[in-house]
């Protein structure tokens, strides 16, 4: 047992306020406290270094950016490759797995080694890369990179070992797979043409192999050139010049004729025995205007003509190919079946399709039975057995990105009865009109593993809905949806005074969600400073939604003298009363007093039907005050055994009482302190020596610590009586000023470059970042702009340069990540905001002198101050539903550097204290005489662990900067650790893993951190993911069981685990991607079509592209690169515990092959010396008896 001893005496002591402004740790608001008695804690901490590992798991979701499609009819696995690099491959339910190229390089093309579980992908830095896809984590075994010669297009024969490369210059290279090394066979883009032709033929955009004859190898050139090579006499069979240009071709099955698709969307037939002009040419959307001429289309991107057993007439299916004139029309896939032509519409454009057969011979009937059709954002398969062509359902999480994603959260280990629940009431709401059949890629195994355990995954969206996932078994299947916005009503067209000009796109999307699965209550926060709260009930109710409006207001203010021609600070407005009235704003005529007092929504208010599912009860909104909206929720609480609410923003905090449906409190943050204020905020006279808001803030007389300033993070920051945490907007009563005079012009609130509150954004909070429009409109800089949104200037004390934002374009502002280094550089008590930035209800301590625990609500503050305000609720459940809930804030102040993100509780055996929760009853059950209806409670004490302790736990705080253990009621710091100086802190989490518990952090600079507890030693630091946008900030959170996830990219979820014995049983938990499947025969044509020539011709490509034959390959042209995969780079990546492994293995082979040796040397030493004693004894005995005369 690994004892931890810390003395407490003295470190309670108080200090004055340091030049820095930080009082001494543990200490009250600068009053110094008596040091506690010593206190010997013996817990043991079984967690160490090794139990930590950081890996990938699997990825969810809809591949980002997808270029590229593939598909093996055998083993019937789909890959997707995507512009980043990444290839993703399909199977059945359960086996998704996702593979990345090192260089990043977008995906051109996919060929499968059909039923021999390898792949080639061709990528846009010319390079060709050979994957073993029989190993469940699919490796590169070789890679070829081409060096002078751009790789355009690729095609590999059924059964064979050389692939066709076609060039960007009109070559076309061969490369045996085997070896993945250039053959000396070269097809030059000036042999394949007529000598006489003047003009270069294009890129290579199609090659394909003959049905009919394998020897024959067809080249379409993008400029409409098509030649017939004959790979035997390497020479042109015949030669095809067509005037438009070609961008695909497909081959009937027989190999007697062809088809080609292009660029004014017309598909040419060609018959090989007339060449010189097509048999047949269509425009299968051209209609023929009243001059006889067809009208002009888009161009047909792809064709592919396929045959049918029961039907004569040809399945060909196009994309693309509709008219010009025809506007705003979807993208579109046809089918034509005959004379039936059918026009599928997509929702977005087609990056590829394949038409799935039931065959791999190209020279069969090929009996089509499905189209996968490849989306930028959507992956569909179509039935083609059925003459309505309905879509498979698709049983991959495709639609994560339905709307885009703006919070996520991870439960693991939930309630086992929760799932089939929500499954159940998702089900009924499913689409219907699928097709019967079942999905046709199938390809894989996969088996749940023996270590699993109910986990889910919730997802909130810009357009207000809630996703509940399945996420159990490293699966991912959407249980249940549930959409906010059903809640208010439809805002009308002609109503901007409240969220039409509040927020123009998305007014319900959720910033914020907070769910408890044992009680089953959700909370939803809204982007427009709205929070819905549901029940749910299995059964369906007409009730009507109860609406609270709550009034936050920060009472400080900036007002501008004009006495002064600087800035002047904020002064303290005991009346509570608006400021002084200002023009309006000219964005509307509207007066700011008809927005006075008003919500961003109107919740309805009628009777409503709720389905059964979660059903909204309760809607708290925050109010427009003295024409300003409201600020956004930074934190949200909720705790089902109290009943209570509590919301914060950077003006204040509100405590709501959801059973009785009253407002408990509502203060703003300096309140809260009263007396206690460590920083001493009192209203001020006007200053001096400030600058003006468009340039530097300003450096005060007073220096302050440049350390302290450094180690603040950017939602710590406060410059000129403004919060500039990024989620908040100046005061609303506040005043801005811009230059332009000795005074400068006063700003209306909001001026017509503005935007609303919803456009900040907040890594620390985990805010939401939508869209601006027309951000820089009316602003003569960013900065100026910059300043209008946070109302305050930006100085960077490490780079003293002005910081600014790439906001240029949607998506760079979406996905950007640059939060700015300023920081305040006048004296802290300068301060007069600051946002509430995480709440939780806990049974603690309110005051040190408390007896016995309590119900209490810990505040964090942004400036890295905890407060803890304890309540008095009533007990018993009548007198709970009409007594009044009392809360008094105490002024007990605890303190850290940065804002605070996370608090959690420890007993004194190291457990984790939970926090008291309802057990869940179906409030819209009919009445039952025998079943009970009354509340039950479940509390945790922190005493129940262990009685020695007392009544006493211990307090984890986290911010971002440190993170900080302190004992209750004593309130004594007993452990302290500065988690990063550099960065700071995103998200922090207290989560369960191997049996106990550690701090899990994940920070600005991309490590990923775990602390033990309650002695905070580090455990694990590691460098993995870097910080390049929000989103990652947003949505990356930590769960039990050692997972994490975040949003790699707009579409998909990535889950990691940090966690050893994850890693270590990851193996056991994925699917297998190849199953060993026998190749399906070559049917039987008959004596008759083989003697009349329709049987394919076989000859040996060995014997005309290896290198006996054809010779090596320049090695100039291509580079041959050995894959991780192979033993080349088993060789090169054995450094590890396995390598090490091996290479002793090895040594000791080599030593026993030496051994050996030395034994069969001694060996015939032994005989040579044998044979040498026994001549020996005969040559003693032969001389025994002879005198020495006789020799």
């Not at 090579?229 to 020479?235: A, E, F, M």
């Not at 089902?640 to 919301?647: D, K």
């Not at 991607?1073 to 025969?1081: M, N």
Request: charged letters at 20%; a neutral charge.
């Amino acid at each position: 047992m690994k004892k931890f001893r810390k003395v407490l005496d003295g470190l309670t002591t108080s200090s004055p306020v340091n030049p820095g402004g930080s009082p001494a740790c543990g200490s009250a608001a600068g009053t110094p406290s008596a040091a506690p008695t010593p206190r010997e804690l013996e817990i043991q901490e079984t967690l160490m270094s090794e139990h930590f590992q950081i890996c990938k798991t699997v990825r969810h979701g809809f591949p980002y950016q997808p270029t590229a499609l593939a598909f093996d009819p055998v083993q019937k696995i789909l890959a997707i490759g995507t512009r980043s690099g990444g290839v993703r491959l399909l199977g059945r339910p359960g086996v998704d797995c996702h593979c990345q190229h090192e260089s990043g390089a977008a995906v051109l093309q996919l060929q499968f080694l059909i039923n021999e579980g390898a792949l080639v992908t061709a990528c846009a830095d010319d390079t060709l890369h050979l994957w073993n896809l029989r190993q469940r984590r699919p490796a590169i075994l070789h890679s070829l990179k081409f060096n002078r010669e751009r790789i355009t297009f690729c095609h590999l024969p059924f059964q064979s070992k050389w692939l066709y490369v076609g060039t960007e210059r009109g070559n076309t290279h061969i490369v045996n797979i085997e070896s993945f090394v250039l053959s000396g066979y070269v097809i030059m883009w000036n042999k394949a043409i007529e000598l006489s032709t003047k003009t270069h033929p294009g890129p290579v955009v199609h090659l394909s192999d003959s049905p009919k004859d394998e020897g024959k190898l067809l080249i379409g050139f993008e400029s409409g050139t098509i030649v017939m090579w004959d790979l035997r006499v390497k020479r042109a069979d015949f030669r095809i010049y067509y005037d438009e240009a070609i961008h695909s071709v497909s081959w009937h099955h027989e190999g007697r004729q062809f088809m080609c698709s292009h660029s004014d969307g017309s598909l040419s037939m060609w018959n090989l025995r007339n060449t010189a002009k097509p048999f047949q040419v269509t425009f299968p959307h051209g209609k023929t205007q009243r001059d006889g001429r067809k009208e002009s289309c888009k161009p047909i991107l792809k064709v592919e003509y396929k045959t049918s057993r029961n039907s004569s007439e040809a399945f060909v299916i196009f994309s693309g190919g509709l008219s010009y004139d025809k506007a705003g029309r979807r993208p579109t896939l046809t089918i034509m079946h005959g004379k039936a032509i059918t026009v599928l519409e997509m929702d977005y454009p087609i990056v590829d399709f394949m038409v799935l057969c039931d065959t791999p011979y190209l020279n069969e009937v090929q009996e089509p039975y499905a189209v996968v059709v490849l989306l930028e954002k959507d992956f569909v398969v179509v039935d083609l057995t059925q003459s309505n062509f309905p879509i498979f359902e698709n049983p991959y999480p495709m639609d994560v990105h339905e709307s885009p994603v703006t919070c996520t959260a991870y439960f693991a280990d939930c309630p086992p009865d929760i799932i089939p629940v929500l499954y159940s009431i998702g089900a009924k709401h499913k689409k219907t009109g699928y097709s019967h059949k079942e999905w046709p890629v199938s390809g894989g195994t996969w088996t749940v593993g023996s270590q699993t355990y109910p986990e889910i995954i919730v997802t909130g969206h810009a357009d207000g809905s809630i996703k509940f996932w399945d996420a159990t078994a490293i699966t991912l299947q959407m249980l249940y949806k549930l959409k906010t916005s059903k809640v208010f009503e439809n805002p009308k067209s002609g109503d901007v005074g409240r969220s039409g000009e509040l927020v123009e796109e998305d007014p319900y999307a959720v910033q914020m969600i907070s769910w408890c699965p044992q009680s089953r209550i959700f909370c939803v926060v809204g982007i427009s400073a709205h929070v819905i709260l549901y029940r749910f009930s299995k059964h369906d109710a007409n009730t009507t939604i109860t609406s609270l409006e709550v009034r936050l207001q920060c009472e400080m203010e900036d007002v501008i003298s004009p006495s002064d021609t600087e800035n002047t600070p904020c002064y303290s407005d005991p009346s509570g009363l608006s400021p002084q009235p200002q023009p309006p704003s000219p964005r509307s005529n509207t007066p700011d007093s008809a927005r006075d007092s008003i919500p961003c929504l109107k919740v309805k208010d009628r009777m409503i039907r709720m389905p059964p599912g979660y059903q909204a009860e309760l809607v708290v909104q925050l109010l427009w005050i003295d024409g300003e909206p409201p600020q956004q929720i930074t934190s949200l609480d909720l705790n089902s055994a109290y009943g209570l609410l509590a919301v914060g923003n950077c003006n204040g905090l509100a405590v709501v009482d959801y059973l009785q449906k009253t407002i408990l409190l509502c203060m703003n943050t300096l309140e809260l302190y009263g007396s206690a204020d460590p920083f001493q905020r009192l209203t001020r006279s006007p200053r001096k020596n400030r600058q003006s808001t468009s340039g530097l803030t300003e450096l005060s007389d007073n220096q302050v610590s440049l350390d302290l300033e450094r180690s603040k993070s950017p939602t710590s920051d406060h410059v000129n009586g403004h919060c500039t945490s990024p989620t908040s907007q100046p005061c609303p009563s506040g005043r801005a000023r811009v230059p332009g005079g000795p005074e400068g012009p006063r700003l209306a609130r909001r001026g017509p470059g503005r935007p609303p509150f919803r456009k900040a954004q907040s890594a620390a909070c985990m805010e939401v970042s939508l869209p601006v429009s027309s951000l820089t409109e009316g602003h003569s800089s960013r900065r100026a702009m910059l300043q209008q949104l946070h109302g305050v200037s930006m100085y960077s004390h490490d780079e003293h340069h002005i910081t600014t934002y790439s906001w240029s374009e949607r998506e760079s502002r979406e996905n950007s990540f640059s939060r700015s280094r300023s920081s305040s550089v006048s004296s802290i008590d300068r301060e007069t905001k600051e946002a509430v930035t995480t709440l939780q209800f806990m049974e603690s301590y309110g005051r040190k002198s408390d007896p016995l625990p309590t119900p209490c609500l810990w505040v964090g503050t942004s400036l890295g101050l905890v407060l803890i305000i304890p309540m008095s609720i009533p007990m018993d459940e009548q007198e709970r539903q009409e007594d009044p809930v009392t809360v008094v804030p105490t002024g007990t102040v605890l303190m850290l550097k940065g804002s605070i993100l996370r608090f959690s509780f420890l007993d004194f055996g190291g457990a984790l204290i939970h926090s008291p929760y309802e057990v869940w009853r179906d409030q819209q059950a009919p009445g039952d005489p025998d079943r009970p209806r009354k509340r039950k409670l479940v509390n945790f004490s922190p005493s129940s662990s262990q009685e020695a302790s007392g009544d006493c736990h211990l307090a984890v705080v986290c911010s971002e900067k440190q993170a900080k253990v302190f004992l209750m009621p004593t309130q004594a710091c007993l452990y302290v650790h500065n988690i990063t100086e550099s960065s700071f802190v995103l998200r922090a989490d207290v989560v369960s893993v191997c049996n106990s518990v550690c701090l899990a952090c994940f920070c600005a600079n991309g490590h990923i951190m775990t602390l033990s507890l309650p002695s905070l030693r580090p455990l694990l630091d590691v460098n993995y993911l870097p910080l390049t946008d929000m989103r990652i900030a947003r949505t990356f959170c930590f769960t039990n069981g050692g997972q994490a996830l975040y949003l790699c990219s707009p579409t998909e979820i990535q889950r990691i685990t940090y966690s050893q014995e994850m890693c270590d049983n990851l193996q056991e938990m994925l699917g297998e991607l190849f199953t060993p499947i026998e190749t399906p025969e070559a049917q039987n044509r008959g004596f008759l079509k083989g003697f009349f020539g329709g049987n394919a011709q076989t000859f040996d490509r060995e014997e005309l592209f290896g290198e006996a034959s054809a010779g090596k390959g320049s090695r100039s042209l291509a580079q041959h690169i050995p894959g991780q995969g192979g033993m080349e780079g088993m060789k090169a990546a054995a450094g590890g515990v396995v390598g090490e492994l091996a290479r002793a293995r090895i040594a000791l082979d080599e030593r026993g092959q030496r051994l050996g040796e030395l034994e069969e040397r001694t060996a015939l030493m032994m005989s040579s010396a044998e044979t040498f004693s026994k001549h020996a004894h005969e040559m003693m005995l032969k001389c025994k008896d002879k005198k020495w005369y006789q020799f």
